[in-house]
C-alpha cells in the first residue's frame, strides 16, 4: 500500500512561483507523478518523473513552465511551477503510475489548492 501526501499549495498572483511537494511512503521504486483537477473540469496528467529521476514527461500545457523533481533519500517528489497563470488554479494530486507515460494514477494523494489570480 502506498501513502502520499501534498503539501506546499498556496495562493500566488499570475507570474509568480510555486512549488508543490509529495511524501510517498510504502512503495518501493515507484513512478510518481502529479495531475490536477479544476473546478468543473476533469482531472488532468500534469507530469510525471521515473524511479532515477532522469526521465520525465510533461503535459503541453505545463512544458517550459513547470519541473518535477525527485529526492529519493527523502521519498518526496516535487512540482516547481514557474510563471503561474489563472488556468493553473486548480487541486493538485500526487499519484503514482504504472508507467512514465501513463496518464491514469494508480494510487492517489488528497490533494493540495493552489490558486493563481490574474
Known amino acids: 500500500q502506498v501513502q502520499l501526501v501534498e503539501s506546499g499549495g498556496g495562493s500566488v498572483q499570475a507570474g509568480a512561483s510555486l512549488r508543490v511537494s509529495c511524501a510517498a511512503s510504502g512503495g518501493g521504486r515507484i513512478i510518481l507523478g502529479w495531475f490536477r483537477q479544476a473546478p468543473g473540469k476533469e482531472r488532468e496528467f500534469v507530469a510525471a518523473?521515473?524511479?532515477?529521476?532522469?526521465?520525465?514527461n510533461y503535459a503541453d500545457s505545463v512544458k517550459g513552465r513547470f519541473t518535477i523533481s525527485r529526492d529519493n533519500d527523502r521519498n518526496t517528489v516535487h512540482l516547481q511551477m514557474n510563471n503561474l497563470k489563472p488556468e493553473d488554479t486548480a487541486v493538485y494530486f500526487c499519484?503514482?503510475?504504472?508507467?512514465?507515460?501513463?496518464?491514469?494514477?494508480?494510487?492517489w494523494g488528497q490533494g493540495t489548492q493552489v490558486t493563481v489570480s490574474s
Open positions: 518523473i521515473g524511479w532515477s529521476g532522469l526521465n520525465t
Open positions: 499519484a503514482t503510475l504504472p508507467w512514465l507515460t501513463s496518464k491514469i494514477g494508480t494510487y
